[in-house]
């Protein structure tokens, strides 16, 4: 079972970074592919970042490249989303997924993931 919960949102200064973290609280997130999205108020969810079951392959937004890192760490069963030169458009709630089992390649479609956490709010004030 994926249960996906994040952290580390919070309101920060444009220019700033933060590090959102998502855990499975369930089974185990080895091998599985994982993403972050955002949504910000009136807009689509979008994607922002994806990491392979291995760590080896990633894949960003145009809009974050060079500035987001996604990262995972296995032993800890916990996925990172590094976020550097915050600007205000950036704010949004970001929202951690995780694919199937088997589907261990990045996505940058909503349609390609199957689990989802609630979201945690990231606010970059001007």
């Known amino acids: 079972q994926v249960q996906l919960v994040e952290s580390g949102g919070a309101l920060v200064q444009a220019g700033g970074s933060l590090r959102l973290s998502c855990a499975n609280s369930?089974?185990?997130?080895?091998?599985?592919?994982m993403g972050w999205f955002r949504q910000a108020p009136g807009k689509e969810r979008e994607f922002v970042a994806a990491?392979?079951?291995?760590?080896?392959?990633?894949a960003y937004a145009d809009s974050v490249k060079g500035r987001f890192t996604i990262s995972r760490d296995d032993a800890k069963n916990t996925v990172y989303l590094q976020m550097n030169t915050l600007k205000p458009e950036d704010t949004a709630v970001y929202y951690c997924?995780?694919?199937?089992?088997?589907?261990?390649?990045?996505?940058?479609?909503?349609?390609?993931?199957?689990?989802w956490g609630q979201g945690t709010q990231v606010t970059v004030s001007s």
């Open positions: 369930g089974r185990t997130i080895n091998n599985y592919a």
């Open positions: 990491i392979n079951w291995s760590g080896g392959d990633t």
């Open positions: 997924a995780a694919r199937k089992y088997y589907l261990r390649t990045t996505s940058d479609s909503i349609d390609g993931y199957n689990y």
